[in-house]
């Protein structure tokens, strides 16, 4: 009986790797040899001013454009040697809903279906299940012109997943939606890394990355200049501090004698110690108060928002930043 060939399976804890990555357009530099390394599983948030080179590293990820330099392996796969292979894993959404607006949303859904090559009876089980998932069953036999820009970001969301992609490039997903939808789709984006998805987020809205991403890396200039969970980044910028309220005025007093470098407010009884907000830390002044017996109305830790660490680590503000 004639050997078989070994069965290769490919195992990798990343759904993305990256390593010296570098493009220039003629003498523009627009990624110099940025790493990146994306867990599977889990949502990863790309932020940066406009001309940072975040749409520039999404098409060499994405395999529409090609490096000048580095290695990129998306689901295991180097973008360069085995592009059908990174294709096949993977689901492109874009700033824009492409959709067809002179079809039906289920016409949408079902033309993606064809596009995949799935067979009839496996195209209309897919197709009637996104349609149930994102809550289009209602409308699913109207002209998408008729659909609002929440409806149409979801259907374009839903038409990127008939493939079943390992990973999702999300760009923007919500620019231009009203809160009640932008909520919704950080709840789909939620329930698809609950499912084993990985998503590759960029957004204009910084609150958005703070909520959605298990880790953030920020790119400006064509380099990555921070990188790591929204906590983490936080901690950085400094303005991290504990504010302790006391009962009376005796406990205030004796509470400024031993927490040095405390900023006082006489009239709210508080006092401001800086810290970098971490467990340890404010577990220390909790125990340092103690030890003195001396007993603290409330507590709270206050540490800057990433629209702090965004103008600490770029010189400008993050609103409206384009991707």
């Known amino acids: 009986m004639a050997g078989r060939a070994p069965i290769v399976v490919r195992m990798t804890s990343s759904a993305i790797a990256a390593a010296g990555l570098r493009k220039a357009y003629k003498d523009k530099i627009v990624l110099d040899g940025i790493d990146l390394d994306v867990a599977a599983g889990t949502v990863f948030s790309l932020l940066g001013p406009n001309g940072a080179g975040k749409t520039t590293t999404i098409n060499v990820l994405t395999t529409l454009t090609k490096a000048d330099g580095g290695t990129v392996r998306v689901a295991g796969h180097d973008v360069v040697t085995e592009t059908k292979a990174v294709r096949a894993a993977i689901g492109v959404t874009g700033q824009f809903a492409a959709v067809d607006e002179l079809l039906t949303g289920q016409e949408n859904l079902q033309l ?14 897919i197709v009637a299940g996104l349609l149930e998932r994102f809550d289009l069953t209602e409308s699913a036999q109207k002209l998408v012109t008729t659909y609002s820009g929440g409806m149409r970001r979801k259907l374009d969301l839903a038409m990127t997943l008939v493939g079943s992609p390992q990973i999702i490039f999300l760009d923007e997903p919500t620019t231009g939606l009203d809160p009640r939808s932008r909520r919704t789709m950080w709840e789909i984006i939620r329930q698809l890394v609950a499912d084993g998805v990985t998503i590759f987020l960029t957004t204009q809205y910084l609150d958005e990355a703070d909520r959605l991403a298990d880790r953030i890396a920020v790119l400006d200039q064509g380099r990555i ?37 405390a900023t006082r407010d006489e009239e709210d009884l508080t006092l401001r110690v800086p810290s970098d907000g971490g467990a340890r830390s404010v577990r220390a002044l909790l125990d340092k108060l103690d030890d003195h017996s001396i007993e603290v109305e409330e507590f709270s830790v206050h540490t800057p928002d990433l629209d702090d660490v965004f103008l600490a680590l770029t010189g400008r503000t993050s609103t409206k930043v384009d991707a």
């Open 225 to 261: 200049v921070a990188q790591g969970t929204p906590a983490e980044l936080k901690r950085q910028i400094p303005g991290s501090h504990v504010r302790f309220r006391f009962a009376d005025v005796a406990e205030f007093e004796a509470a400024t004698l031993f927490l040095t470098g």
């Open 112 to 125: 993606m279906a064809d596009l995949k090559r799935l067979d009839s009876g496996t195209g209309r089980r």
